[in-house]
């Protein structure tokens, strides 16, 4: 059985690949050796040919493009662990950008985020999370696709116009909660969100693919700028883990995971999420594994994720902390305690004690249970410590076949052109309406006018009658003024 070489304690340590879909964590402080932990990972799973995806909010994970240099300080540490045949190598990597700045353009569909994790990104409350799904709804049962931004937008405005039609079927929606959530749509726009709604949309597929060596590509997600936008960045890894267990199908138990998603600055998934979020992401993470995903949490403090959670991650490596106030040394007790004890170890002295690169670590065995925690020092990686040059990059991106597929965005018929082609129409028909009204009443007052006419012409003939028949007699008078009428009739 193939087996993941992480360190070593008293003797090496190893992770086994048929139970890394039992999930992870790689907790510890900043600059304890967290990055490092994740790479070994990485590199050992892309060398058995599972693809993996990583955020990388510090932008050095771009040295797996690169070859590690060799010094005195690692030799040291691979004679210490007793690598046999350690080469430095580089491995098969594709960039991906949300923001759309150093990688492949990352979209979905609003339909495809769906109102729950749509509301979260836009800090909806209950109520305005009611309009949107009203929103959704509505534009599901018209047949109305739900693309981008601005079909959202357009589908706001509209059933805030239709408000009094829709009530009775879909509920209450008043104009102030529309307003309230078009802000929200505002500022989500100014934060680059709107890049992330769009068409191509992101075949999950292309994140499981392997290079012509048979070696898993390790996706990286350029999150430097990223995970400075808190909700965005959350919501793109909720969707994409969803996504996931929606794509892929059941594996069962297999020898290796047929992918391995590592969540950096995990924290955020958590901080200020809705109940049925949290509920949402635990009851994702429980099932996922049937599809053959490990998922490793990646963050400073373990009790910020919660416990239901927690208790999913099987195969643990915490790196040190620091315990300055009586909150920090309570949370270092906590975390102690959820280890497998070694009574030749004090757990809760030593996670303040690691030196940088070393960590406590518990795997789960063959059978699925936890190792009992031992102190370890962890292997060096192959690849480059540090980050590769922009160029090597950049001719990465460039050359790889997903720079066209994704790059050029498709504004195909959707929402926003249906329903503005029927405010044209509607427009069109008002202003025809108007055009008919306004000929009907000048015909009016035309009639009017010439019946008016008319009248005063006849007055002033009768008048004229009158005069000529006492001068030359009734009778002819009269026969004028008959002759005079007919022609007028006619």
Not at 197 to 205: M, R, S, T, V
Not at 249 to 259: I, N, T
């Amino acid at each position: 059985m193939e087996k993941i070489l992480m360190g070593k304690g008293e003797e090496q340590v190893f992770i086994l690949p048929k139970m890394m879909n039992r999930h992870g964590l790689i907790s510890g402080a900043t600059g304890t050796g967290k990055t490092i932990t994740l790479k070994v990972l990485a590199e050992a799973l892309s060398d058995m040919g599972v693809p993996t995806f990583i955020p990388d909010v510090k932008g050095d994970l771009t040295g797996l493009l690169k070859e590690l240099e060799m010094n005195d300080k690692i030799q040291e540490r691979i004679d210490s662990i007793g690598i046999e045949n350690f080469l430095p190598k580089k491995y098969p990597v594709k960039f991906w950008d949300v923001l759309q700045k150093k990688g492949h353009p990352i979209r979905t569909t609003v339909t495809e985020m769906g109102p729950l994790i749509l509301a979260q990104l836009l800090e909806l409350n209950d109520t305005q999370e009611g309009v949107l799904n009203i929103a959704f709804k509505y534009a599901d049962d018209k047949g109305l696709l739900l693309l981008d931004l601005k079909d959202l937008k357009a589908i706001l405005n509209h059933i805030s116009e239709e408000s009094a039609n829709i009530k009775v079927e879909y509920g209450n929606v008043t104009s102030q909660t529309i307003g309230a959530i078009q802000r929200a749509l505002l500022v989500l726009e100014g934060e680059g969100g709107d890049l992330f709604f769009g068409e191509p949309a992101l075949d999950i597929k292309d994140f499981l693919q392997v290079n012509e060596e048979g070696r898993g590509f390790i996706n990286l997600l350029n999150a430097v700028d990223l995970h400075m936008k808190p909700r965005l960045y959350s919501a793109f890894l909720l969707w994409f883990i969803s996504e996931l267990y929606e794509e892929l199908s059941e594996v069962g138990d297999a020898e290796k995971p047929k992918m391995v998603f590592f969540f950096d600055e995990a924290h955020l998934l958590f901080a200020n999420g809705k109940k049925a979020l949290i509920e949402r992401l635990e009851q994702t993470i429980k099932l996922i594994r049937s599809k053959g995903v490990g998922i490793f949490f990646v963050t400073q403090n373990p009790i910020d994720i919660p416990d239901s959670v927690l208790a999913q991650l099987g195969n643990r490596v915490q790196h040190s902390l620091r315990a300055f106030t009586p909150k920090e040394q309570k949370a270092v007790k906590t975390i102690s305690q959820t280890f497998v004890q070694n009574p030749n170890l004090d757990t809760e002295k030593t996670i303040l004690e690691l030196k940088t690169g070393e960590a406590l670590v518990s795997f789960l065995d063959e059978d699925g249970k936890p190792s009992m925690v031992e102190r370890a020092l962890i292997s060096p990686p192959r690849s480059y410590i540090g980050v590769a040059d922009e160029a090597m990059v950049m001719a990465v991106i460039n050359s790889s076949p997903f720079a066209y597929k994704y790059t050029t965005t498709v504004d195909r018929e959707s929402a926003y052109e249906i329903l503005k082609a029927e405010v044209e129409k509607k427009a069109m028909l008002e202003q025809e309406m108007k055009e008919m009204e306004a000929a009907e009443k000048e015909r009016i007052r035309l009639e009017k006018e010439k019946a008016k006419n008319k009248s005063v012409l006849e007055k002033s003939l009768n008048a004229m009658v009158s005069s000529a028949s006492r001068s030359i007699g009734s009778s002819i008078g009269r026969s004028l003024l008959g002759t005079i009428k007919k022609s007028l009739k006619k």
